[in-house]
């Protein structure tokens, strides 16, 4: 719940430069952005992509055992590897350049923010490294403390610069725009190295005296440790990587395909600066919560399973499925109803909105992803998450191949191979922990949710076409909100979500609780 806090805040906040860089420097611009950020992504992910799993999966055990001197030795190594490999990939990418940017990203004008992205892979590696400590002692106020000043941070200062190169081309206003992102990943590192400083000087528990001499055993396990961590890191990182580099693929072959199709090279950057900087946005906004289960999940299910406790297993799994799914459902009846009205609010055109119309229903497969693969990899299987990314990662691209080249199709062919990526992946991946775990959702649960949603798709179109105030913002927002209370009386109806779901929620929770009779 606190990085669900955090994460819908960061999301929410994260809307006002996907919402002013569009009027600043146009879908062209944001283009030219969104190019550079699928090869940032690429190297961060070879960079930090297992280590923080890897780190909070190590830390977690060693500090279950209050094996201090094991959790110090494995960050010493982790922070080690992940600097050593981003210091590398930073030269090389500099060396290069000239030659990523032209050949590679398809538009020279490009080179410029990709410079200035290069300093972010030593601040990812760093941080990456402390976020997975204290995920690993299951303290998520820190990566929720460091999320949310990276987003304030980066949403400052990403108008700022955009604003003050934009005279000098649109090529210095989407450098700016990168430099306001990496100006926002070093406030979160700065806030990290805060806490882990005020966290290694709180007085370690007293160990008992077997528990001091395994700590002195374990000492001299570097490269034991280092082995532990590459063992998990290793697999995460080849699966995320594969999802990576088909982004990255994607993105050129998006472009390029266009291209082919007859839409000139600046039409085509824009129409792809469209669908990932603000479409693909939007669908992703209730992903904070399932990142926040992903996270919380990891530490939790390997506890369950090194002790073979499969009922917690299933408990735990059923819990963030439902949580997913009926947090989902309501965005995805209102992008999916108002895709048109959502668009004008807000990016002051609806040019957009039938890529959203086509991929909102779908988009409730890619909210039950990040559960089902964190749990994979929780259970020690990370080659089964890799092959199935791998499997929708090349569907993906060959369908984009296919119809984005087709005058007919033109950028919906990338939709349309997105979205088949979105359920493929999350079909195989649940297939994969019913297979390993006996797990099962129940039905009744999903026709439930399918009748909330019905019902609220109905209140929010009812609103919406009576027309009450003019079909104006503001009668979006009456109509998205009275949508909303009917769908969560809904759910508290049909018992989807009752009193001790509620009383799980921090501060609020309280509230919920039975009364102790006086």
């Not at 146009?26 to 930090?48: D, R, S």
């Not at 030269?91 to 410029?112: N, P, Q, W």
């Not at 085509?268 to 926040?292: D, E, N």
């Not at 179109?461 to 998205?480: F, H, K, R, T, Y």
Request: proline share 5%; aromatic share 8%.
């Amino acid at each position: 719940m606190i990085l669900l806090a955090a994460g819908l805040l960061n999301r929410i906040l994260g809307f006002v430069p996907r919402i002013a860089l569009p009027r600043m420097i146009g879908a062209e611009g944001v283009g030219l952005i969104q190019l550079v950020y699928p090869f940032t992504i690429v190297l961060l992910t070879l960079i930090a992509g297992g280590i923080p799993l890897a780190v909070a999966k190590l830390v977690a055990e060693a500090d279950s055992k209050h094996d201090q001197r094991a959790v110090s030795r494995i960050l010493k190594i982790a922070v080690w590897l992940s600097l050593s490999i981003s210091l590398v990939a930073a030269v090389i990418c500099y060396g290069l350049s000239e030659f990523i940017a032209t050949k590679i990203m398809t538009d020279s004008r490009v080179h410029a923010a990709f410079i200035v992205m290069i300093p972010v892979l030593p601040l990812v590696a760093l941080s990456s490294v402390w976020r997975g400590y204290f995920q690993g002692k299951q303290n998520m106020i820190p990566t929720a403390l460091s999320q949310t000043a990276e987003t304030v941070f980066r949403i400052i200062l990403t108008l700022l610069f955009a604003w003050m190169f934009l005279p000098y081309g649109l090529a210095m206003a989407a450098a700016g725009g990168v430099l306001g992102m990496v100006a926002g990943e070093c406030a979160g590192l700065i806030v990290l190295w805060i806490q882990f400083a005020r966290d290694r000087k709180k007085p370690s528990e007293t160990l008992p005296e077997h528990a001091n001499l395994m700590t002195k055993a374990a000492f001299g396990r570097g490269k034991s440790y280092l082995r532990e961590l590459l063992n998990t890191a290793v697999p995460v990182t080849g699966s995320k990587m594969i999802g990576s580099l088909s982004y990255l693929l994607e993105s050129i072959l998006t472009v390029r395909s266009l291209t082919i199709a007859g839409i000139a090279a600046a039409g085509a950057t824009a129409q792809y600066g469209a669908l990932q900087g603000m479409v693909i946005p939007l669908l992703l906004l209730p992903g904070a919560l399932t990142y926040s289960l992903a996270v919380s999940l990891v530490p939790s299910l390997s506890e369950a399973a090194s002790r073979g406790d499969w009922a917690t297993i299933h408990i735990r799994l059923h819990q963030s499925m439902r949580l997913a799914v009926v947090t989902g459902a309501p965005f995805v009846v209102l992008m999916g109803l108002l895709a048109g009205p959502i668009c004008t609010l807000l990016y002051g055109n609806d040019s957009m909105a039938d890529m959203l119309r086509w991929m909102a229903p779908l988009a409730i497969f890619l909210y039950m992803q990040a559960p089902l693969q964190a749990a994979l990899q929780a259970l020690n299987r990370p080659g089964t998450a890799l092959f199935n990314t791998f499997a929708g990662a090349a569907i993906k691209l060959i369908l984009i191949a296919q119809l984005a080249t087709n005058p007919h199709f033109g950028i919906l062919g990338a939709v349309i191979a997105i979205s088949v990526n979105m359920v493929l992946v999350t079909l195989l991946h649940w297939i994969s922990v019913a297979r390993f775990t006996g797990f099962r959702m129940y039905p009744l649960d999903f026709l439930k949710i399918t009748v909330a949603m019905i019902i609220m798709s109905a209140v929010a179109l009812w609103i919406w076409n009576i027309d009450p105030l003019g079909q104006s913002s503001l009668n979006l927002v009456i109509a998205s909100f009275v949508a909303i209370v009917i769908y969560l009386l809904l759910l508290i109806l049909l018992k989807l979500i009752d009193r001790h779901d509620a009383a799980r929620v921090p501060i609020l929770g309280r509230l919920f609780l039975p009364r102790k009779p006086s």
